[in-house]
Structure formats: C-alpha cells, structure tokens
C-alpha cells in the first residue's frame, strides 16, 4: 500500500483536464462577463487515513482540487511526541493528540505526497491545535517551526528514509504556503509570523458571508462565511463542526442524521445559488477529518461537490489556485 500511495499518480480522468485548462483561462473569461464561480473545500486536521481516501476520491471524481489543513502531530513517533512542546505548553502535550503507530504515520505522509501530486493543497493548521490568542509573533513561528520540521523529517522519523519521495524536502520547506489558525482564533502576532515563514495566505477568518480577502502586509485573509440554514435560515459558519453543534449540541444523533445531511446540503446549494446567480463571490466551506453524526456533513459534501463542480463557469480548487483567479478580478481589500 506505501509503495503505491508513493508513486506519482497521472491526472486520471479528463475532469483534472478540464480543469487545469479552466484555471488556465482569465477569471472573467465567461461569455456573460461574470468571473467564474469559485468553490474552495478545506480540510482541518487532516489525519485519518479513511478520509484521505475518500476525500480523494470526491476530488477525482469530480476534478476537484481540495486544501488539506494538516496537524502536525499526527507526523510524530512516540519518541517526538514526548518532545514536543507548543508555545507555553508542557513538554508532550496535544490537544488533539498524535500519531497512532508510526505504520500510521507511513501511510499518511503517502498519502500527503499523493494529494500534493494530484494538485491539492498541503497547508499548515499548527501542531498541538492550540488557541493562540494571546501568542506573540515568536510563538507563532515556534509552532509554525515545529510543524515544518515534522513535515520535512517524516519519513527518516519513522525508518523509511529509502522510500523519501523525491522532491519532498522542497515541498515540505516551500510549498506549505497556507495556515488556518486551530478554533479560527488569531492574535496581532500572527500575520508578521505569516509574512517571515513564507505563507501565501491565512484561512482563519470569519465572514458576514461569502467575501473576497483581504490582502494584509502581503497576505492573503480569507474566511468561512456565515450561511443561512435550517427552516429558520439561522446563520452558521460553513463549517461540519458549526453545523454538527447547531443540530445536535455536538453530541451523536444517528436517528436524525438523514434530517442534518439534507439541511446541510441545502445550506450548502442555497449559498451557491447565492453567488453562482451573483456576484460570483467565491465561496467557502471547511470539514474536519471527523464524520460527525454519522457521516452527515460529509455526504453532503459529496452531493454537493458532485453537483456543482461539473459546471461549465464553476472552478472547484485550492486556496493557492483561487488567489491569481481572485487577483485577476482586481479586487481584493488591502488591509
């Protein structure tokens, strides 16, 4: 399974096609003058093996390219996970734990390599999934060290430095060019230690609704929008977690997770419909690495992906793919 997860896939089928040369024409290339409707689907955590492999396959079968906000944590052996330590933390503390077995690790980082080939986005979300609100910009990068480090030496980390693919030391170093902040909770420190590791963009905002980014000190801002749902078209973040809160209090309803699925791919169109009908603003919608109330939000994410990232005027990418379609619009707010 490692060895074939390592092999640098070909794009296989024509929907990656269509797509790279639909990226490839200018954002307001559509014969009514309208940009294309972009869609940008994220992923926070990025741990379990299963839905590396499901969300893949969503991706491919429907020439979507996704962004992958991955813990650091879930990189390290037991040896790193007792030196670890996050900014004003103990020494081995997570708050989302770590790795089960270095056999885990080995699959995930296949399957990182794999999702990075296939043109998604491999994006930082830290390590320990801290609240950094009172963090100063050198606790930022503390952390933003740890979890290029992590990244950089995974493979040697757990005894398959032969089967390193090649390319990944620059990947890990330099292609990482995302962060979303773990509970979206930033500080004043953040974006100058954004700007000094290199990031692109930051995705740890939150929107009246659908907006264009921001563009401060060189970075782009961007956030989950707030979505009308539910019979009382309550406002939510566009987010599994948010919803999952809002539907069952965060606790695991079962009998009722065809109700939730349902509501939550009707928020999810009606938003679309929103700005596909629009102003074409892209949209936004984050997931975690957790199938909440028995998979809802994640069925709805594939009845959802299925149905719009087949249009014509319709562009399904990452956060780095959306931001030269953004910028060709010539209209994102400078911070």
């Given amino acids: 399974m490692l060895d074939q997860a390592m092999s640098v896939p070909m794009l296989r089928s024509l929907s990656y096609l269509s797509l790279a040369l639909s990226l490839a024409l200018p954002a307001a290339a559509q014969a009514d003058g309208k940009p294309k409707q972009l869609v940008m689907i994220s992923f926070d955590g990025a741990h379990d093996v299963a839905l590396w492999t499901k969300s893949r396959e969503i991706a491919s079968r429907n020439g979507a390219h996704f962004t992958y906000f991955l813990s650091c944590t879930f990189l390290m052996n037991k040896a790193q996970a007792k030196a670890y330590q996050g900014p004003h933390q103990r020494l081995g503390k997570s708050n989302v734990g770590f790795a089960k077995s270095e056999d885990d690790v080995r699959t995930r980082i296949a399957n990182i390599w794999s999702a990075h080939q296939e043109g998604h986005d491999i994006s930082s979300h830290a390590c320990g999934h801290f609240d950094g609100k009172g963090w100063s910009q050198a606790d930022w990068k503390q952390e933003f060290m740890s979890a290029r480090i992590a990244l950089r030496d995974a493979w040697k980390n757990v005894g398959v430095a032969d089967k390193e693919p090649q390319g990944w030391e620059d990947f890990a170093t330099h292609d990482v060019k995302g962060f979303r902040a773990p509970y979206l909770s930033t500080s004043d420190g953040l974006v100058p230690a954004e700007k000094e590791m290199g990031f692109q963009y930051d995705a740890s905002l939150v929107t009246k609704g659908p907006a264009l980014p921001q563009v401060v000190n060189g970075i782009y801002r961007f956030g989950l929008p707030l979505i009308p749902e539910g019979p009382q078209h309550?406002?939510?973040?566009?987010?599994?977690?948010?919803?999952?809160?809002?539907?069952?209090?965060?606790?695991?309803?079962?009998?009722?997770?065809?109700?939730?699925?349902?509501?939550?791919?009707?928020?999810?169109?009606?938003?679309?419909?929103?700005?596909?009908?629009?102003?074409?603003?892209?949209?936004?919608?984050?997931?975690?690495?957790?199938e909440m109330n028995d998979g809802a939000y994640w069925r709805a994410l594939d009845r959802f992906v299925s149905d719009v990232c087949h249009k014509q005027d319709v562009a399904c990418v990452s956060y780095s793919e959306a931001i030269p379609l953004i910028a060709a619009r010539g209209k994102p707010q400078q911070g």
């Fill in 234 to 290: 309550r406002l939510v973040i566009g987010m599994d977690y948010n919803l999952y809160v809002r539907h069952s209090k965060g606790v695991e309803d079962k009998a009722n997770a065809k109700t939730y699925e349902d509501r939550t791919f009707d928020a999810f169109e009606a938003a679309f419909n929103a700005q596909y009908d629009g102003e074409r603003i892209p949209l936004q919608l984050g997931f975690h690495f957790v």
